[in-house]
T-cell receptor
């Protein structure tokens, strides 16, 4: 299995809603990433987990809350988002054993109304 | 902080011609340089990568060159085809840890004219 699976593929939420994005990989990778991508822009790093511990937080607002329940799962909890948070949210995983290659999921397209 | 600059932002070439995209990086400790292709509405896909102990790498019509001294690296696509039309991102990373940052360039929108 060489896939990173993200759910849902699309999400529309109001500014008062609470929702979660989910990411799963079964490649045995021990590093998992969240990126945010706005239209016509590069992926922008948000968080990195290494061995289920948060190792990098790129000064992301607290309305985004990551969670890594185990080595295969990565969640991003969303609360009180703003319309400008609308974007494609990409999960990725990586392992030195794979030549440091970063494997992306297909993303969740998020719209905040 | 780490920064990766990429140019041009848009590139249009005739089918069959070559395309070249260039990047520079600021972190001298970077030693892993992947290139990603992203088609509209899809995920970024790794197309080729190079490590700092290698100056050039080729995979069929795609090649990447690295100049560590100048902190430059480039993507070369030869005999371009319509399916090469996409946005291409370069990136740079410190190696040695699977949890290191991978920082992306701003992207190049490549269009292949028939």
């Amino acid at each position: 299995d060489t896939e990173v699976t993200q759910t849902p593929k699309h999400l529309v939420m109001g500014m008062t809603n609470k929702k979660s994005l989910k990411c799963e990989q079964h490649m045995g990778h021990r590093a998992m990433y969240w990126y945010k991508q706005k239209a016509k822009k590069p992926p922008e790093l948000m968080f990195v987990y290494s061995y289920e511990k948060l190792s990098i937080n790129e000064s992301v607002p607290s309305r985004f809350s990551p969670e890594c329940p185990n080595s295969s799962l990565l969640n991003l909890h969303l609360h009180a988002l703003q319309p400008e948070d609308s974007a494609l949210y990409l999960c990725a995983s990586r392992s030195p054993g794979q030549g440091e290659k970063l494997f992306f999921g297909s993303g969740t397209q998020l719209s905040v109304l | 902080g780490e920064n990766v600059e990429q140019h041009p932002s848009t590139l249009s070439v005739q089918e069959g011609d070559s395309a070249v995209i260039k990047c520079t990086y600021s972190d001298s400790a970077s030693n892993y340089f992947p290139w990603y292709k992203q088609e509209l509405g899809k995920r970024p896909q790794l197309i080729i990568d190079i490590r700092s102990n290698v100056g050039e790498k080729k995979d069929q019509r795609i090649a990447v060159t690295l100049n560590k001294t100048a902190k430059h690296f480039s993507l070369h696509i030869t005999e371009t085809q319509p399916e090469d039309s996409a946005v291409y991102f370069c990136a740079a990373s410190r190696g040695g840890s699977s949890a290191s940052k991978i920082i992306f360039g701003s992207g190049t929108r490549l269009s292949i004219r028939p």
